[in-house]
């Protein structure tokens, strides 16, 4: 396994958990939703900024 299949591996693991939690939440719950959104876009940054230090 390659470091940038393990990144990716785990970057796309934690964007399906969110997004299966944001489409489970119910519109009551803004705020959680809101959250997921954050932390979704901070993932995406985080693979990015791994991708690039690691020269990919």
Do not use: Y
């Not at 396994?1 to 939690?21: E, H, P």
């Not at 959104?37 to 020269?55: H, L």
């Amino acid at each position: 396994m390659t470091k940038q299949g393990f990144i990716s591996g785990i970057g796309i693991g934690v964007l399906a958990g969110a997004t299966l939690g944001l489409a489970m939440s119910t519109s009551k719950k803004r705020e959680i939703r809101r959250a997921a959104d954050k932390a979704i876009k901070a993932v995406g940054e985080v693979v990015d900024n791994i991708s690039e230090n690691m020269g990919m």
